[in-house]
């Protein structure tokens, strides 16, 4: 079992910032790959980005050059720092884990609005 638990959601303008944080329950070493998904209203979950153990980090097309993952193994921690943020950008973050089988966070939602 992985539990997730992501927070750093919230409001902001078109152009901003924000930084999501995923803590694990176990140490994140073990776990093949970490990542960021998010769902839109009315849209389906897509990938945001990834990054394995080892090897290198995948990005969404829509977030290359804006999002960068990255994953702290000391403190069991993956995080996504979001820049440039857009209006399309709002959406419910998701935290996920592929450890056994998938596991998901509970979801922060970003939202970027003037």
């Known amino acids: 079992q992985v539990q997730l638990v992501e927070s750093g959601g919230g409001l902001v303008q078109p152009g901003g910032s924000l930084r999501l944080s995923c803590a694990a329950s176990?140490?994140?070493?073990?776990?093949?790959?970490m990542g960021w998904y998010r769902q839109a209203p009315g849209k389906q979950r897509e990938l945001v980005a990834t990054?394995?153990?080892?090897?290198?980090?995948n990005y969404a097309d829509s977030v290359k050059g804006r999002f960068t993952i990255s994953r702290d193994n000391a403190k069991n921690t993956v995080s996504l720092q979001m820049n440039s943020l857009r209006p399309e950008d709002t959406a419910v973050y998701y935290c996920?884990?592929?450890?056994?089988?998938?596991?998901w966070g509970q979801g922060t939602q970003v939202t970027v609005s003037s």
């Open positions: 996920n884990a592929v450890f056994d089988k998938d596991y």
């Open positions: 176990k140490p994140i070493i073990s776990i093949r790959v």
């Open positions: 990054i394995p153990t080892f090897g290198i980090t």
